[in-house]
T-cell receptor, first 108, second 109 residues
Framework: IAGITQAPTSQILAAGRRMTLRCTQDMRHNAMYWYRQDLGLGLRLIHYSNTAGTTGKGEVPDGYSVSRANTDDFPLTLASAVPSQTSVYFC???????FGPGTRLTVT | AQRVTQPEKLLSVFKGAPVELKCNYSYSGSPELFWYVQYSRQRLQLLLRHISRESIKGFTADLNKGETSFHLKKPFAQEEDSAMYYCALASRANSKLTFGKGITLSVRP
């Protein structure tokens, strides 16, 4: 592993289902972020974590939850998916603001 | 509150033409400004950050505090420059980025 990896690459999900997007980094960075990318809206911060064991809400946190049990992993969970959560999700980590490859999620 | 404005959604130019992608920001302190590029269906890549004052792939951007702008410029566009470009701002207190809505640059042959 080099940098940030995300899984799955893409997913089609039925509304109401639970889904966890995975993000793993091997850079030992303290901070990690989740953004969603929507055409015409740019990227918006969902949740963040400044260090293992702590998390915080970003600009659009509703419907999402995160955990940070260790430095490397920062999963994003949709407890009950809705169509408005159809988006491309990027995990990122400073200080170089390195982004993962993204997860394309479609909620039907 | 911090805000980044990219006033245009699309810029289409011919190869060899100059390019200027506009970015204005609103922030009460001293911000860090960035430009990111996203080629088709790829991850975002950091293109420039204002503190490094470097030129990447022929692109430059100068922070103008008086006009609160950080426009991205390239004197001669290439077809491979076609991509989505995002301007972003981070406060010095934390690294969370606030993004503009992005602009699609299309360079025609």
């Amino acid at each position: 592993i080099a940098g940030i990896t995300q899984a799955p690459t893409s997913q089609i999900l039925a509304a109401g289902r639970r889904m966890t997007l995975r993000c793993t980094q091997d850079m030992r960075h303290n901070a990690m972020y989740w953004y969603r990318q929507d055409l015409g809206l740019g990227l918006r911060l969902i949740h963040y974590s400044n260090t293992a064991g702590t998390t915080g809400k970003g600009e659009v946190p509703d419907g999402y939850s995160v955990s940070r049990a260790n430095t490397d992993d920062f999963p994003l969970t949709l407890a009950s998916a809705v169509p408005s959560q159809t988006s491309v999700y990027f995990c990122a980590s400073p200080p170089e603001q390195y982004f993962g490859p993204g997860t394309r999620l479609t909620v039907t | 509150a911090q805000r980044v404005t990219q006033p245009e959604k699309l810029l289409s130019v011919f190869k060899g033409a100059p390019v200027e992608l506009k970015c204005n920001y609103s922030y009460s302190g001293s911000p860090e400004l960035f430009w990111y590029v996203q080629y088709s269906r790829q991850r975002l890549q950091l293109l420039l950050r204002h503190i490094s004052r470097e030129s990447i792939k022929g692109f430059t951007a100068d922070l103008n505090k008086g006009e609160t702008s950080f426009h991205l410029k390239k004197p001669f566009a290439q077809e491979e420059d076609s991509a989505m470009y995002y301007c972003a701002l981070a406060s010095r207190a934390n690294s969370k980025l606030t993004f503009g809505k992005g602009i699609t640059l299309s360079v025609r042959p």
